[in-house]
């Protein structure tokens, strides 16, 4: 194994795309090939402690997922997956890959529910649906909330839907409602619905000026990176203009935002009716995520 791993590594470490942490991504292709046929490889230390020798498809699998992977294509594309907050969630083109800065987001809904909701029965919007892994944490860890997300993309709602349904249950559809929506209808379908307990967004804030890593363009929707108009703000500011019809006394919005524009975010929520406002740092220290409060 552990040969069949230095040359995963160098094909990882010698493609046209470089790999950013290839000793990481060498062993998760190694653990996602071996463990298909030995379940108790069912992590990083178990797959060194049992050293299993590859079979010869094995290791022609392995190694063809090592050149896709060198070619630019997502690790997470490849294997089918990407774990958030613990849970495997399928992924494919047709979403954004489920990234740390989001489960910081997750998070800090978590945190608030906790300490103003308890296990409280509550109502929460989600805007931009993707894989599905805000609303369906949501869904799975407090089981008294239910919400309505919005999404654009078919193919996105479908593996939401398959993403909810393994992880919720058959009946998840009971508890959350999956809007069709176009971009430029921002936060507008959620009025006639409102109000809410818990607002949160991921949504597209990305403008086309600025520097974009060119295996996020060519393998991830740009529909969930720009907003439909190229204004970074859209979203945001939509929101801002909406807030006291979408949001119940008492009630909070999470959003992730780019730290670039983080203050100026934080400046234009404070004019929106929200008591309080807050910016939450990632792993790096930087604002990643704001919270207003109403």
Same mark, same amino acid.
């Given at each position: ?200 967004? =991921?949504? +597209?804030?990305?403008?086309?000026? !600025?520097? /974009?890593?060119?295996?996020?363009? $060519?393998?991830? %929707?740009?529909? #969930?990176?720009?907003?439909?108009? =190229?204004? +970074?703000?859209?979203?945001?500011? !939509?929101? /801002?203009?909406?807030?006291?019809? $979408?949001?119940? %006394?008492?009630? #909070? ?42």
């Amino acid at each position: 194994m552990r040969e069949l791993k230095s040359e995963i590594l160098l094909i990882l470490t010698g493609g046209k795309d470089s790999v950013a942490s290839p000793g990481a991504e060498a062993e998760r292709i190694l653990l996602h090939v071996l463990s298909q046929t030995r379940p108790e490889l069912d992590s990083f230390g178990k797959l060194y402690l049992f050293d299993p020798v590859p079979t010869s498809a094995e290791r022609n699998w392995a190694i063809h997922l090592a050149r896709d992977r060198a070619q630019g294509i997502p690790l997470q594309h490849l294997l089918g997956y990407q774990t958030f907050m613990d849970r495997d969630y399928s992924v494919n083109g047709a979403t954004l890959i489920p990234r740390p800065e989001t489960e910081i987001l997750v998070a800090a809904c978590e945190e608030w529910i906790l300490q103003n909701q308890g296990r409280a029965s509550f109502r929460f919007a989600e805007l931009g649906l993707g894989t599905g892994v805000i609303s369906c944490e949501l869904l799975v860890r407090f089981p008294g909330a239910s919400g309505i997300a919005t999404e654009t993309s078919a193919a996105a709602i479908e593996l939401a839907e398959s993403n909810l349904s393994r992880w919720c249950g058959s009946g998840w559809a009971e508890r959350l409602r999956i809007l069709p929506v176009s971009q430029d209808q921002g936060f507008g379908p959620f009025e006639p619905l409102a109000p809410f307990t818990l607002l949160v967004s =991921n949504p +597209p804030y990305v403008s086309r000026n !600025d520097e /974009i890593e060119s295996g996020v363009l $060519l393998h991830e %929707p740009a529909s #969930a990176l720009f907003p439909w108009n =190229n204004d +970074p703000g859209f979203f945001y500011a !939509d929101f /801002i203009s909406r807030a006291k019809r $979408l949001m119940a %006394p008492g009630g #909070a919005a999470f959003f992730e935002i780019p730290h670039e524009r983080a203050h100026l975010l934080e400046a234009g929520f404070q004019k929106s009716g929200a008591t309080r406002v807050f910016l939450i740092p990632d792993l790096t220290g930087r604002p990643r995520v704001l919270r207003a409060e109403f």
